[in-house]
């Protein structure tokens, strides 16, 4: 079965970096991309940054633009989000997942095998 973990949140600083990581257990057929994305407390998924493991298509939210880098490793079945200069605002819940489709997508709807989350609080 299909699953995928994140792992690398933590207690950062502001101005400080984090890598995250969504490793995939099992294998996946056909074109797919992953995402990433944020939830905050009575909030719906956000779309952080994307990437099309079949193209190398990225996608990144504006507000994360410059900042986070998006990467994946075929060998380790691990896709990455890099994130630098880190602001409070950053604070949330930060999941990955699965879309079945060759060009990724900001929007949840369209994904799959979502991982259990990796919590980031960034505070002085």
């Known amino acids: 079965q299909l699953q995928f973990v994140e792992s690398g949140g933590g207690l950062v600083q502001p101005g400080g970096s984090l890598r995250l990581s969504c490793a995939a257990s099992?294998?996946?057929?056909?074109?797919?991309?992953i995402g990433w994305f944020r939830q905050g407390p009575g909030k719906e998924h956000e779309g952080v940054s994307c990437?099309?493991?079949?193209?190398?298509?990225?996608y990144y939210r504006k507000a994360v633009q410059g900042r986070f880098t998006i990467s994946s490793d075929s060998a380790k079945n691990t896709v990455y989000l890099q994130m630098n200069s880190l602001q409070p605002e950053g604070t949330t819940i930060y999941y990955c997942?699965?879309?079945?489709?060759?060009?990724?997508?900001?929007?949840?709807?369209?994904?799959?095998?979502w991982g259990p989350g990796t919590q980031v609080t960034v505070s002085a």
């Open positions: 997942a699965l879309e079945l489709s060759r060009h990724c997508s900001a929007y949840p709807s369209g994904y799959t095998h």
């Open positions: 099992g294998s996946i057929l056909g074109y797919y991309t």
């Open positions: 990437i099309s493991i079949t193209d190398g298509d990225t």
